[in-house]
């Protein structure tokens, strides 16, 4: 493949023939853009630890509205609302582990749902789902996911991960995305937990310049992906545009596997304020040159909406 690959457009199908990875050797594929601003942007208040997975048991139907926006946009993958959603947050809740269960599987039928839905309205290409595995610190809600370095072993990380891995397994998406990971302890746990699931993963870090959010350099962390079978896609996300072009390059030549690519709009959370702060960086021009870098799985996380993953769709596919 060459790195002017243009996007995939494979046949049309009502339902992804091809599987992701497949795709992923031919072009390049769009994936949605954040959850919580597109839920907040429809007037729902996420301002509670579950964040946006308190809205699966809440309104469900909100959660699908929204992955049916960034389909419209364009988008060729939804990312579930399961990045908050585990079994020790909800229990916290007071929602037992049966119905904790429950929720996470939700959360993959209803961006199955919106896919129906696109089709149903004429949209031919085939559209993916991957189930969301936010870190440990998401779970903590107190912003420690930009950070890692939790005081856990890689083997109470994997304890903490596998349950909801198997769970999300069950409930057959296209992928798993073990994204928004800031530590390379994780990563290592999330690799052990991911085997033998018979579901594909990408594993996505956040980073800060060319470091993970613990410090690790970024050579090192990427090392483990190339080897594990699982994974079919090695990359960052939620991060600022500016520190992409050297993960793409890094993520590329480490692992030799397609990159995945969704940063932040560029503005800066403050976990004690619990807001963003700062001006948006982020352009839908600057995906072109991801793309010749090895990124093949291209769109954006936290405030960036369905009018930018548009803008990526069309720097990606100019004749679409």
């Known amino acids: 493949m060459t790195s002017d690959t243009p996007r995939s457009t494979s046949s049309p199908s009502p339902s992804p023939s091809p599987s992701l990875a497949d795709a992923l050797a ?4 769009v994936l949605d853009g954040g959850m919580s601003n597109q839920l907040e942007s429809a007037g729902h208040d996420l301002s509670d630890e579950l964040w946006s997975a308190r809205l699966l048991a809440e309104r469900p139907e909100a959660i699908t509205e929204a992955h049916l926006a960034y389909f419209e946009a ?8 399961s990045y908050q959603a ?25 961006a199955r749902e919106a896919a129906r839905r696109a089709h149903a309205k ?23 996911e930009y950070r890692g370095r939790y005081g856990l072993s890689v083997a109470e990380l ?19 995305a073990l994204e928004t990971v800031p530590d390379a302890d994780e990563a290592e746990a999330l690799l052990r937990a991911v085997r033998g699931l018979g579901v594909p993963a990408w594993l996505s870090y956040t980073v800060a310049g060319d470091r993970t959010r ?43 596997k397609p990159v995945v690519v969704y940063p932040n709009s560029g503005e800066v959370w403050d976990a004690e304020a619990r ?25 954006g996380c936290c405030r960036v909406g369905p009018g930018a993953i548009a803008g990526i769709t069309r720097a990606l596919t100019p004749a679409r």
């Open 74 to 81: 364009g988008a060729d993958v939804a990312i579930t609302s």
């Open 122 to 144: 004429g949209a031919t290409r085939p559209l993916w789902v991957a189930a969301s595995v936010g870190p440990y610190g998401a779970m903590l809600a107190d912003g420690s």
């Open 158 to 176: 994997e304890r903490f991960h596998r349950p909801r891995l198997e769970v999300l397994a069950a409930a057959a998406p296209d992928v798993l």
């Open 26 to 29: 031919s072009g390049t594929v």
């Open 214 to 256: 613990a410090g690790q350099p970024l050579e090192e962390a990427f090392a483990p992906a190339a080897d594990a079978d699982e994974i079919i896609a090695v990359g960052v996300n939620c991060c600022v545009p500016e520190d992409v072009d050297g993960a793409v390059e890094t993520a590329a030549r480490v692992t030799g």
């Open 275 to 299: 807001a963003w702060k700062g001006l948006s960086t982020f352009t839908a021009e600057q995906v072109t040159g991801w793309r010749r870098g090895g990124a093949r799985l291209i769109g």
């Open 86 to 110: 585990t079994f020790e947050g909800f229990a916290k809740r007071g929602i037992p582990h049966g119905r904790a269960a429950e929720l996470l599987g939700l959360s993959v039928e209803l």
